[in-house]
């Protein structure tokens, strides 16, 4: 069982920049055994993964139109995971969301993660 509970989100201006953490509670297995992805859904528009790190932090994936912006990061020490976002565009608008998927391989589709947290609201204002 893992609990997610994301913070960090808020209103900030295009081209500012936020930094979103999620905190992991873990139970039967540690935190550095789950892939952790950060997705987000805007209006009308399906839930999709920005980035995802792998157990050791060593690899990393990022949707296209984030690649260079945003930066995924954890601490499995600390069990959180962490995305820095720069250059924030409106279009950034979403409420993002951290998972943990339990593979050792990065996969990018939601229905592989198994444990959610929440959600943090992110508007970007033009």
């Known amino acids: 069982q893992v609990q997610l509970v994301e913070s960090g989100g808020g209103l900030v201006q295009a081209g500012g920049s936020l930094r979103l953490s999620c905190a992991a509670s873990?139970?039967?297995?540690?935190?550095?055994?789950?892939?952790m992805g950060w997705f987000r859904q805007g209006p009308g528009k399906e839930r999709e993964c920005v980035a995802a790190?792998?157990?050791?932090?060593?690899?990393?994936s990022y949707a296209d139109s984030v690649k260079g912006r945003f930066t995924i990061s954890r601490e499995n020490a600390k069990n959180t995971v962490y995305l820095r976002m720069n250059s924030l565009k409106p279009e950034d608008t979403a409420v993002y969301y951290c998972?943990?998927?339990?593979?050792?391989?990065?996969?990018?589709?939601?229905?592989?993660?198994?444990?959610w947290g929440q959600g943090t609201q992110v508007t970007v204002s033009s």
């Open positions: 873990t139970s039967g297995r540690t935190f550095s055994t789950y892939v």
């Open positions: 998972a943990a998927d339990s593979n050792f391989n990065i996969r990018l589709t939601p229905k592989y993660y198994g444990y």
């Open positions: 790190i792998s157990w050791s932090g060593g690899s990393t």
